[in-house]
């Protein structure tokens, strides 16, 4: 197995603008006028309706359409950047700036040189003053010498809760995966906001002739093998994760400037989030099959228990120590954690808002007798759940909730203010409705 290269394929970011941005707003102003001389060009492919502007020595296509929220796209061969003109700044916290970085820009000058560039360029033509945040960013390893197959969904030992497979028509729980031909060529594992995606490189660029850019990199490499496919180990993370994590000064990874110094550490993180483990056939097997064959030929039902402990006592895959670190670097140090937001008393109105609007629309009608009934079935399911009721278990998340506005402010993270009367009395505010009957809470709290 080789490791043929490691960078970033996909970089997308917001800019939040501040200060004076009148001389912005003109200038988008100035772009939408030249995006509406790109809408009177005709043509079937809206790639070809736009209008050339030079700005400091940088050719832009004013595309004649845009994407949805921003007014007006500007592109060329490395980037692509939307804008939108800037509004009040207490009711307008969207950013005004989008920019997408194109694969063949990061691969051939890198990540850190491509965002400092885009930066001063903007800083000094378009506006000087913002705050970037990371969007998107995918970043991965591409590999020789090692194929992926069907055994391989389970395999990894995943935290994460969305695992689906589907294979032709015949679709069933559990990893998702692509075949062609009974080959496997792509298997996803995760969520949309941090996802693992492990598919055939060299298949996917013989039918899209501008991927030369990675070929040249992998040709970079001494140890490259034009006759052998590389396969690619890509991590996709979305900004709701990178907004947990955090580098050893407590700084979240979704700026920019966090982010470009802790690629490393986001890069360990994901590498032990999807964990490849190293099973053989047998075990494999017996996972997929739900037992084991005895010594006398019998069959025991492999419990989840067991199923754990094969895990457990695995080892980590060679070709995962092979890529555990990126570019050969020292994980920086980071921790997750994911923080808490103040609560409002507007949460509350909006849940029983839709309390009020699933009953009528399960029932077609709203009554006390349905809520009654309700609150019932919520707390014989939750009894059955959680060995507590509904309140209870509330109390419960309640206290967490109070730790870990404490662990917030005592780090330096998000400042939530809460009355000290009630984390101090937080069981004497809910035990009296806990003491009610069901009909008596409903009558008290509701009617």
């Known amino acids: 197995m080789t490791l043929i290269s490691q960078h970033t394929d996909t970089f997308k970011e917001a800019l939040y603008l501040s200060g004076d941005y009148e001389k912005y707003n003109k200038f988008v102003n100035d772009m939408i006028e030249l995006k509406e001389q790109a809408q009177d060009i005709h043509d079937i492919n809206n790639d070809n309706r736009f209008i050339v502007f030079t700005m ?66 903007f800083k000094v033509f378009i ?11 995918h970043i991965s390893a591409d590999t020789q010498g090692h194929r992926f197959s069907l055994l391989d969904i389970v395999r990894f030992k995943t935290r994460s809760r969305f695992i689906s497979v589907h294979d032709g028509d015949d679709e069933f729980i559990g990893r998702q995966m692509v075949f062609s031909s009974r080959r496997m060529e792509t298997m996803y594992f995760g969520g949309s906001n941090n996802k693992l995606r492990i598919y055939d490189k060299t298949k996917e660029i013989k039918g899209h002739p501008d991927s030369g850019h990675i070929e040249r990199l992998w040709r970079l490499n001494p140890l490259y093998n034009e006759q052998k496919d590389v396969w690619r180990i890509e991590f996709q993370i979305r900004r709701p994760i990178l907004k947990q994590l955090f580098n050893a000064h407590k700084e979240p990874y979704d700026y920019t400037s966090v982010l ?4 490393s550490g986001l890069w360990d993180f994901f590498i032990n989030y999807f964990s490849y483990r190293d099973l053989d056939r047998d075990k494999t097997l017996n996972i997929i099959e739900g037992h084991w064959q005895k010594k006398d030929g019998s069959f025991k039902i492999l419990t989840k228990e067991a199923e754990r402990n094969i895990y457990k006592k695995s080892e980590l895959h060679p070709l995962w120590k092979l890529i555990s670190s990126y570019e050969a670097t020292k994980p920086s140090y980071y921790f997750r954690f994911n923080q808490v937001k103040a609560t409002s008393p507007i949460y509350a109105m909006n849940a029983y808002c839709a309390l009020v609007s699933t009953i009528t629309k399960h029932y077609g009608r709203f009554d006390e007798e349905l809520v009654k009934k309700t609150i019932v079935e919520a707390e014989t399911r939750c009894e059955k759940n959680n060995d507590m009721g509904v309140l209870d278990k509330a109390i419960l998340k309640t206290v967490d909730y109070f730790a870990k506005v404490d662990y917030q402010k005592s780090n330096g993270l998000d400042i939530i203010d809460v009355d000290d009367a009630v984390k101090e009395n937080i069981e004497y505010y809910i035990a009296p409705l806990a003491s009610h009957t069901v009909e008596n809470a409903l009558h008290k709290t509701i009617f």
């Open 127 to 137: 506006h000087a003053d913002f705050i970037s945040k990371v969007q998107e960013i």
């Open 56 to 121: 400091g020595g940088m050719k832009w296509h004013i595309m004649a359409t845009s994407i949805r929220g921003y007014s007006v796209v500007l592109k060329n061969g490395d980037v692509s950047i939307a804008l939108k003109k800037k509004g009040d700044l207490k009711t307008d916290k969207n950013p005004s700036v989008k920019i997408e970085y194109r694969a063949s820009f990061l691969v051939n000058y890198g990540l850190n040189s491509c965002v400092k560039t885009m930066h001063d360029y």
């Open 260 to 263: 470009l110094e802790n690629i």
